[in-house]
Nanobody, 126 residues
Framework: QVQLVESGGGLVQAGGSLRLSCAAS????????MGWFRQAPGKEREFVAG?????DYVDSVKGRFTISRDNAKNTVYLQLNSLKPEDTAVYYC??????????????????????WGQGTQVTVSS
């Protein structure tokens, strides 16, 4: 069992930055691929980025968003830069019980993730 708590969302102007954090508690953090998803009103949940225990990662928003992971702190981060109004959404942290040697590139769909945080709202004004 893993509990996930996101923080760091808020209201920002277009072009601004935010850093989202996801603190995980529970056992065996090293065996989870960690991911970030987002969901805007009326839209499906969308994969943003994922990262494995070893640090390999995959992302869908090239050049603007960066995922990172501090295994000593059981925390995953998502740095959001050059934000656009279309980035407005609830951002969710998730954990997939993949195994320590799994690659993040194999975990890009929300159905592959086992545990979810409550979400944090990111609103980008124009």
């Amino acid at each position: 069992q893993v509990q996930l708590v996101e923080s760091g969302g808020g209201l920002v102007q277009a072009g601004g930055s935010l850093r989202l954090s996801c603190a995980a508690s529970g056992r065996a953090f090293s065996t989870y691929v960690m991911g970030w998803f987002r969901q805007a009103p009326g839209k499906e949940r969308e994969f943003v980025a994922g990262i494995s225990w070893r640090g390999d990662y995959v992302d869908s928003v090239k050049g603007r968003f960066t995922i990172s992971r501090d295994n000593a702190k059981n925390t995953v981060y998502l740095q959001l830069n050059s934000l656009k109004p279309e980035d407005t959404a609830v951002y969710y942290c998730a954990a997939a019980g993949a195994g320590q040697d799994s690659s993040a590139r194999h975990y890009t769909h929300h159905t592959q993730y086992d545990y979810w945080g409550q979400g944090t709202q990111v609103t980008v004004s124009s």
